[in-house]
């Protein structure tokens, strides 16, 4: 991994009162810690330790030596950091209410990237954003007009709307309680520690491709 694709690994940010509050790169994350605005927070087995940046430093040799395959890392000069995947806010303690972002990532993952009208799923880069009521009738950006679409049936629909098109939805198109990108991104085995405090949360930031 290149020094610059791992300082863009995802971190989760914690407040002052462990509540998640949003999920930033890595380098974000790294000026946090050097400013001693954050320090670095740790779970094992549902237990969690935290560590300033000097302290993470003094066992990156410690890390590498028993658990190598555990951290993504930043390799220096003179020695390797591992990528911290949680760190904490010190001095910031006020509870944010997360809002559902209307993205392109979160509508795939509401519609589990299948197409809407054929049923079939694709790769996201074979997948475009259809308006249920096209904008050339009025139709806006909403999570109740956009749904996912394949290149063939957004063709066939065109600006038309889909009793029109003669096309039916298979599923019709709403605002998720909670942010499915995230569900489906904490399933990889290096962000698992962010169930800790996930688990019980409505989160609903958009993770970057990664």
Excluded at 13 to 34: E, I, Q, W
Excluded at 79 to 105: G, M, N, S
Excluded at 199 to 206: D, F, G, H, M, R
Aim: glycine share 4%; hydrophobic share 40%.
């Amino acid at each position: 991994m290149t020094y610059a694709v791992a300082l863009e690994q995802q971190v989760l940010v914690l407040n002052k009162g462990y509540s998640a509050v949003r999920v930033v790169p890595a380098r974000d994350a790294f000026t946090l810690l050097c400013r001693e605005a954050a320090e670095i927070v740790t779970v094992e087995d549902g237990q969690w330790a935290t560590y300033n940046l000097a302290n993470w430093i003094d066992v990156a040799a410690i890390q590498k030596e028993f658990e190598p395959s555990e951290h993504s890392w930043i390799r220096l000069p003179s020695l390797e950091i591992a990528i911290p995947k949680i760190i904490r806010l010190l001095a910031f303690d006020k509870v944010i209410k997360p809002q559902l972002r209307l993205t392109r990532r979160n509508l795939y993952a509401r519609d589990k990237n299948k197409c809407q009208y054929c049923g079939k799923r694709f790769s996201s880069s074979d997948l475009t954003l259809d308006h249920v009521v096209p904008r050339v009738q009025g139709g806006g950006n909403s999570w109740t007009n956009l749904v996912c679409a394949c290149l063939r049936c957004n063709t066939k629909k065109g600006g038309r709307t889909p009793r029109q098109a003669n096309m039916a939805l298979i599923t019709k198109p709403f605002k998720p309680a909670k942010c499915e990108s995230l569900r489906l991104r904490i399933g990889r085995r290096e962000y698992q520690s962010w169930k800790t405090f996930l688990n019980n949360a409505y989160w609903t930031v958009e993770l970057k491709e990664g």
